[in-house]
């Protein structure tokens, strides 16, 4: 009697095509989260790309200041009409013979 139970337990059944589907979705949802969910997965892959297009825009921003201020040095350095406009604003100085007038806008 004991014997007959344990074959019937553990004899060999075909398995149906809903058992090998459910088996195979169990096999694959622990599969699929970690590629999805993990450390190296799809939404830490998308993160880091997001992460990666701001610094580069951040730094092609920082560049174009970069080369901007670069060619106001030169300009500052170099060109004499720069360098007078400069003095007189910043400066209040004056070519020998001139004149200041103070115009108060109110």
Do not use: C, W
Not at 56 to 66: G, I, K, N, P, V
Not at 88 to 97: A, C, D, H, L
Request: aromatic share 8%; hydrophobic share 40%.
């Amino acid at each position: 009697m004991r014997i007959t139970f344990l074959n019937r337990l553990f004899r060999k059944r075909p398995l149906s095509l809903r058992r090998k589907v459910v088996y195979a979705l169990i096999a694959a949802l622990p599969i699929l989260a970690i590629f999805t969910f993990g450390n190296r997965g799809l939404l830490k892959r998308m993160q880091l790309e997001r992460q990666a297009a701001t610094v580069r825009e951040q730094l092609y921003r920082d560049r174009a200041t970069s080369d901007s201020l670069r060619a106001e040095i030169t300009r500052m350095k170099n060109d004499t009409t720069v360098i007078e406009r400069l003095a007189r604003e910043r400066y209040g100085m004056v070519r020998p013979g001139e004149t200041i007038y103070h115009v108060d806008e109110q």
